[in-house]
């Protein structure tokens, strides 16, 4: 590759803010899919090659992060509403969760979040149905997890077919 070539960078600087955005779904102290559609977006406008092929593979992602970011926060939603966990605990979580982040660095965002909502359910409704109800709030948070990173790979897997392809 000609690092000299403009087209060459922006597809190399695409690309790694692509990978970035996918790992940043996985780790969510990025903002995965919307760096990853930024990274097709920055292809699409800045690299050189056929506009149209890369308007398409634009539109395509911008339609897909848009559909995985309604997915994302309807379909678990749904999920607790079915099993009744209100959205306070799921905040109390993610407070918590937050702060465990800091104070050990990536397990900690998990065990905040368990901790938290497992302490609100333990309050709301007693020691034998607090874990249940935190069971299947682990479960619509990784529900939206895995929305976000399909959604970003099928993005990723998107913009290798434009490179093949544009």
Known sequence: MDLSDTSAIITLISGLVILTGVIGVIVPVLPGLLLT???VLLWALLGGGSGSARLL???IATLIAGLGMVVKFVWPGKKLKETGVPASAVAVGGILG????FLVPFVGLVLGFV????LMELRRLGSE???PSTRSAIGAVGLSLLVELAAAL???VLWLFGLAFA
Request: proline fraction near 0%.
């Open 115 to 118: 901790l938290g909502v497992w």
């Open 154 to 156: 099928l993005i990723a």
């Open 57 to 59: 593979v634009a539109i």
């Open 98 to 101: 937050l702060i465990g982040f």
């Open 129 to 131: 149905r607090a874990w």
């Open 37 to 39: 559609w930024s990274g």
